[in-house]
C-alpha cells in the first residue's frame, strides 16, 4: 500500500499564503487521482481539492475555489497544495489521499480513496 507523507503546513496570518506538499512511496503514483481533505475541531472531514492522475483535471470546493490551486509532479510522487488569501475558517488538520482505483475521474468523496497520510495542521490567525 502507497504511503504518504504530508508537510509544508503551519501558522499563517490571515490573507497569508501556504503551500503544502504530499509524498508518495511507490511506482504507481502517475496512475491514480489525487485529493486533498481537511477535518476543522469538531466538525467532519470534508473534501478540499483534488486531480486527475494525469494533471489535467482538477475539482475543488466550493470554499477554496478561486484561492486555492492543485497540482502534481509525477516525476517526484508529489501533489501540492497552494492556499492563496487564506481564512481562520481554513484553520484544519489537511490530509492528502490517493483513489482507490487508478485511471478514474476525480471523485469527492472520502470511501473513494484508499489511503490517506497523517496529515498537517494549517492554523490561520486573525
Known amino acids: 500500500q502507497v504511503q504518504l507523507v504530508e508537510s509544508g503546513g503551519g501558522l499563517v496570518q490571515a490573507g497569508g499564503s501556504l503551500r503544502l ?3 508518495a512511496s511507490g511506482s504507481t503514483f502517475s496512475n491514480y487521482a489525487m485529493g486533498w481533505f481537511r477535518q476543522a475541531p469538531g466538525k467532519e472531514r470534508e473534501f478540499v481539492a483534488g486531480i486527475s492522475w494525469s494533471g489535467r483535471g482538477t475539482l475543488y470546493a466550493e470554499a477554496v475555489q478561486g484561492r486555492f490551486n492543485i497540482s502534481r509532479d509525477n516525476a517526484k510522487n508529489t501533489v501540492y497544495l497552494q492556499m492563496n488569501s487564506l481564512k481562520p475558517e481554513d484553520t484544519a488538520i489537511y490530509y492528502c489521499a490517493q483513489h482507490r482505483v487508478p485511471f ?5 468523496r472520502q470511501s473513494d480513496f484508499g489511503s490517506w497520510g497523517q496529515g ?5 490567525s486573525s
Open 104 to 108: 478514474i475521474i476525480i471523485q469527492r
Open 120 to 124: 498537517t495542521q494549517v492554523t490561520v
Open 21 to 23: 506538499s504530499c509524498g
